[in-house]
């Protein structure tokens, strides 16, 4: 990819040079003018089909803001949009980003920053044209090295709801079930708990190279952080142990790491932290090919499970969007049953997780998988279930909506979630 195509809409003929002048130093940019007009903006949109939308809020934030939701909530414009404004407004900035833009920057004072988020979306997009390409021309390959492997990332927005015992388990079973090559990834970079599921003593982590420059980091320095487990899995860490000092891992490392594991696995399962929205959070979701989001029945993990989501909607693909809920058959609430909950939840879920208390202490405790202290548990048979559709043979499966139930028996479901 030689170039992004991009939009602009000012609010002011200053406002309007300025960001012509900017956009037409940039090589990896394409555009044919800034517009003031919110209607040449949009026949703009339609005859060009844009990469990237820059729309200025600055004295005219009600129009402007429709716009973008407009254009943000359209699932016809497969495009981002950058809000500008004068002022770092917080009222402004929140409302941009509900409606649908994906940056806010202050312009024209931050002019650098703008330029930051177009390379920024200029090389995600290249990534993506690259993959494609690889994905055509690799047809021919070896199966011993399966180029752009499957990406599944698993996060809770609250703690305590068994996300990491979820991943680890569901990477065990791709790798039992069907003989694949599959790589573990726990990116708490704090507390890296898969160390203790999987019994694993790591003398590397992706922290011990956090201070690298990406471009100096090679084959044999990544070999040395993926460590193969006596599982088959192959495992990397982010910390060695809460006591480590190590700067965050930055997104073009984790890039670099995840493009090596892609190459090298089937699929790649990444146990993000939970409730950390942080860069390489986001980086990790918008690149996985799935998302599970795990919760458990309990209103707190469920409220804060459906905030996550609700903001998703914003910025992420929901096509890939999976909701696991774990633990789904122990009591959810006083006086209430799973399913009065779930039909106040408002998204179908994916997968439904048995709870098995004891199996999980067990397995926990001496750092082994699920299935091996106990293959014929409801619970094993539920993650083996999961990793069968994950990996596309149970397209028959559907998911089920409670909310649809109620609407078929005419029964007005108890509202439990705030919101």
């Known amino acids: 990819m030689n170039s992004i195509k991009v939009v602009a809409v000012a609010s002011s003929e200053e406002t ?48 402007a803001g429709l716009f973008i939701q407009a254009i943000g909530m359209n699932p016809e414009t497969p495009c981002v949009i950058f809000a500008l404004h004068r002022e770092m407004d917080l009222t402004v900035f929140k409302e941009s980003i509900r409606q649908g833009a994906k940056e806010f920057i202050q312009y024209p004072e931050d002019k650098q920053g703008l330029e930051v988020a177009l390379k920024k979306h200029f090389n995600y997009l290249s990534r993506l044209s690259l993959q494609n390409h690889k994905s055509h021309t690799s047809a021919k390959d070896s199966k011993e090295i399966p180029a752009n492997g499957k990406i599944i990332a698993c996060f809770a927005s609250k703690g305590g709801v068994g996300c990491s015992t979820v991943a680890v388990n569901l990477a065990h079973e791709l790798h039992a079930l069907k003989h694949l090559s599959v790589a573990f990834v726990d990116l708490d970079q704090v507390f890296c708990n898969s160390a203790i599921m999987l019994n694993h003593k790591p003398s590397y982590s992706l922290g011990d190279i956090a201070e690298n420059d990406p471009n100096e980091v090679d084959e044999s320095l990544l070999n040395k952080i993926i460590v193969k487990h006596e599982s088959g899995l192959h495992v990397v860490v982010g910390s060695k142990s809460v006591l480590d000092d190590n700067e965050m891992i930055s997104a073009e490392l984790l890039e670099k790491a995840l493009d090596y594991l892609t190459l090298k696995h089937h699929f790649v399962i ?57 633990r789904y058959n122990i009591k959810a609430a006083y006086r209430m049953s799973n399913q009065d909950v779930e039909s106040e939840f408002r998204y179908e879920v994916f997968a439904r997780l048995p709870n098995d208390w004891e199996l999980n202490v067990e397995a926990n405790s001496f750092g082994s998988s699920l299935s091996k202290v106990n293959p014929k548990s409801e619970l094993v048979k539920a993650l083996q279930k999961l990793a069968l559709q994950l990996t596309g043979e149970s397209t028959s499966l559907k998911t089920f909506s409670f909310r649809a139930v109620w609407r078929i028996f005419l029964a007005k479901p108890p509202s439990v979630l705030p919101g």
């Open 270 to 326: 990444i146990d993000l932290p939970t409730h950390v929205l942080d860069p390489y959070h986001q980086y990790v979701v918008e690149r996985a090919d799935e998302i599970l989001v795990i919760s458990a029945p309990d209103i707190p993990s469920l409220y804060r499970t459906r905030q996550y989501l609700d903001l998703a909607q914003k910025y992420l693909d929901m096509r890939k969007v999976k909701m696991v809920l774990n």
């Open 16 to 63: 309007r040079l300025s960001l012509y002048n900017q956009l037409q130093a940039l090589d990896f940019i394409d555009f044919n003018g800034v517009y003031i007009e919110l209607s040449d903006a949009v026949r703009e949109c339609q005859e060009v089909g844009p990469d990237v939308i820059l729309v200025d809020l600055t004295a005219r934030e009600l129009d």
